[in-house]
């Protein structure tokens, strides 16, 4: 079995590879557009993570969550020669693709397999993000009118989503996943453990309060949206 396990992985990197050599030659020969042939590579792509360097790159949290934008960036590495600087950069550091693309536009060139797990990672990891931004403020906005109030800002956002501080989630995460003691770790873990919270709340919520607590998430980002567009007109200026 291990044997069979290393054989398909070793194949799995050569059709990277492969895949790789041909998103150059398509972006080099003018055959589409850069982002088109990008999502399209994506829609190919079957490695669920890969050592590049000394960083690991993790496309599929949990078997099901699928970051794109990650695997965008990854691919970035190999195609930053042929495209726009500027277009890039806009894609990977402000999720705003050169292309305008609807939903259904997007899901046919990813795939509709990838695209279910784009929604798994979006809501359960972008909007996760989000609700605990939101509820972090509602915290915080409390404290500011009860002097008296003590303890960690952020044990008070988890126990009102998760019902438990963000130590107890932590080691009951770690426990489960069979990680190391230790303390937090990177990126990509924290957010692994974002997308075990959105489990957990899907788990221990009415549907009524999974609902009230999503629309929350989802409105928190895009009052973020907001504020950044607003900026934008003011950091192209200066």
């Given amino acids: ?4 396990s290393v054989a398909l992985e070793d194949d799995l990197k050569a059709e990277a590879q492969g895949l790789v050599a041909s998103l150059r030659r398509r972006i080099q020969e003018g055959e589409s557009h850069w982002f088109l042939a990008l999502l399209e590579t994506i829609a190919q792509w079957r490695l669920p993570e890969e050592e590049v ?4 790159f993790r496309y599929l949290i949990a078997g099901e969550a699928f970051d794109w934008l990650l695997l965008a960036e990854r691919l970035a ?6 495209v726009p600087q500027d277009e890039l950069e806009e894609l990977l550091f402000h999720g705003r693709p050169p292309l305008e693309l609807d939903e259904d536009e997007f899901r046919r060139l990813i795939g509709a397999a990838k695209y279910r797990a784009h ?6 990891v972008l909007v996760e993000e989000a609700l605990q931004l939101a509820v972090e403020d509602e915290v915080v906005k409390e404290r500011l009118t009860c002097i008296w109030k003590n303890g960690q800002v952020d044990d008070d956002v988890c126990e009102r989503i998760y019902g438990a501080t963000r130590r107890q989630l932590w080691q ?7 990680l190391p003691e230790g303390e937090w770790a990177d990126v990509q873990q924290l957010r692994e453990f974002t997308y075990w919270l959105f489990k957990e709340r899907l788990r221990r919520c009415d549907p009524a309060r999974v609902a009230s607590d999503t ?3 989802l409105a928190k980002m895009a009052a973020l949206e907001a504020a950044r567009r607003r900026r ?4 192209e200026d200066g």
């Fill in 77 to 82: 590495l190999e195609i930053g020669d042929l």
């Fill in 172 to 178: 009951s995460f770690r426990h489960e996943k069979g």
């Fill in 1 to 4: 079995m291990e044997r069979k």
């Fill in 119 to 124: 929604l798994n990672f979006y809501y359960g």
């Fill in 215 to 217: 629309r929350k998430g």
């Fill in 232 to 235: 934008r007109p003011h950091s």
């Fill in 53 to 56: 360097g000394e960083r690991t």
